[in-house]
């Protein structure tokens, strides 16, 4: 039986994926008696359902490292924590790189992700092929390894949230679109859905691509824009090594990694597919295609996300543009909005990723995204 519209909440979660879910299961658990998520299709229906799954914590940013690393340790302990298998794959991640300056400023990410306890290391194009027999070196001039990363299942992430909540005793509502959020005096006082008005004084918006909307509703600019990324699967391919990695080829944006008995492969640029393909991994392409969809990255100006409670108007906090890896940082995220809701200092200093950011000179791009 579906829940009905509240006609109260402590707080209206906005956004029924990974971040939302995530956000409210921690918010539940820590004693918020009336947690409500507002989704406006089905669980998981956005950027999150269209992800390729990757878990990783090699990133430029330290603050994303961290968010990275503190979600796979709850990733790798998922179904004993959440009761739902996610069919994790701790393959590592292996980042290929063509160009001189790539090389440079990966070592300096390496060295920045093992000061923060991350085991990643540069390797040589020998090694980077051994680990995924089916890259193509011409070019490539060095590569970085992480075993400890991986990929797995979104939507079964997504579930495994939401039962969570659920048990937890937050309320969780699928098509139930928002329409609008009541506030005078700069309070928050009500979210107006397509079943009817449910008062809160409290909105955690965690809608994706469709944030920027929901920040309008009460005045406050979350600069989040949609970029789109095609996703294929391929028919099953003879001898495909079972533990092949997460592979990137980081000048083109090209990556793949094992799905069934195929590949998931995914681009940024549909256009130069068939040249990347030919040229990375020549291989793939003469296998057949399974399948395929069009995801949506939920971006920033500087491809780093919004986290944080907006000033001007009571309570919004906000959680989304996480340009393409937010589903890996779902966990730890929403353990920070948590500690936010509660004012303590979150598990994680997450002040660097204010939207106020953009007012100064406090943009901080994160570069290594797929």
């Known amino acids: 039986m579906t829940a009905e519209l509240p006609e109260g909440a402590d707080v209206v979660v906005v956004g029924g994926g990974v971040m939302g879910l995530s956000a409210a299961y921690q918010l539940a658990a820590s004693g918020v008696r009336r947690v409500l998520v507002l989704e406006r299709d089905e669980l998981g229906s956005g950027s999150t359902s269209r992800a390729a799954g990757g878990v990783r914590a090699n990133f430029s940013d330290a603050v994303n490292v961290e968010l990275g690393w503190r979600s796979l340790a709850t990733f790798e302990r998922f179904e004993e924590l959440f009761g739902h298998e996610i069919d994790l794959h701790r393959v590592g991640y292996l980042f290929l790189l063509d160009s001189a300056a790539d090389v440079a400023r990966f070592e300096r990410d390496v060295a920045l992700q093992n000061e923060l306890g991350v085991p990643s290391r540069m390797i040589d194009v020998a090694e980077a092929q051994r680990l995924s027999p089916l890259v193509a070196t011409e070019g490539l001039l060095a590569a970085t390894w992480s075993p400890d990363?991986?990929?797995?299942?979104?939507?079964?992430?997504?579930?495994?949230?939401?039962?969570?909540?659920?048990?937890?005793?937050?309320?969780?509502?699928?098509?139930?679109?928002?329409?609008?959020?009541?506030?005078?005096?700069?309070?928050?006082?009500?979210?107006?859905?397509?079943?009817?008005?449910?008062?809160?004084?409290?909105?955690?918006?965690?809608?994706?691509?469709?944030?920027?909307?929901?920040?309008?509703?009460?005045?406050?600019?979350?600069?989040?824009?949609?970029?789109?990324?095609?996703?294929?699967?391929?028919?099953?391919?003879?001898?495909?090594?079972?533990?092949?990695?997460?592979?990137?080829?980081?000048?083109?944006?090209?990556?793949?990694?094992?799905?069934?008995?195929?590949?998931?492969?995914?681009?940024?640029?549909?256009?130069?597919?068939?040249?990347?393909?030919?040229?990375?991994?020549?291989?793939?392409a003469e296998v057949g295609l399974a399948g395929g969809w069009t995801g949506l990255y939920e971006s920033t100006p500087d491809h780093n996300a919004l986290v944080g409670e907006a000033e001007g108007v009571s309570r919004l906090l906000y959680a989304t543009g996480f340009s393409g890896h937010g589903f890996l940082m779902g966990p730890a995220v929403g353990e920070v909005v948590r500690d936010l809701y509660h004012g303590h200092e979150p598990v994680i200093d997450v002040s660097g990723l204010d939207v106020r950011r953009f007012a100064g000179p406090g943009a901080r791009p994160e570069l290594t995204i797929v």
């Open 149 to 284: 990363a991986g990929h797995c299942t979104p939507e079964a992430v997504v579930q495994g949230y939401a039962a969570a909540a659920r048990r937890a005793g937050a309320t969780v509502l699928t098509h139930t679109e928002v329409l609008g959020v009541e506030h005078d005096a700069g309070t928050v006082r009500g979210v107006r859905t397509s079943q009817g008005t449910v008062r809160t004084d409290t909105v955690v918006c965690a809608a994706g691509v469709w944030s920027a909307a929901v920040g309008e509703m009460v005045g406050v600019d979350l600069p989040v824009v949609a970029q789109p990324r095609q996703v294929v699967t391929t028919e099953a391919i003879p001898g495909l090594a079972p533990d092949t990695p997460f592979t990137i080829d980081f000048g083109t944006g090209f990556y793949f990694h094992n799905e069934g008995p195929g590949l998931l492969m995914g681009t940024g640029d549909a256009e130069r597919w068939g040249e990347v393909v030919q040229r990375r991994a020549p291989r793939l």
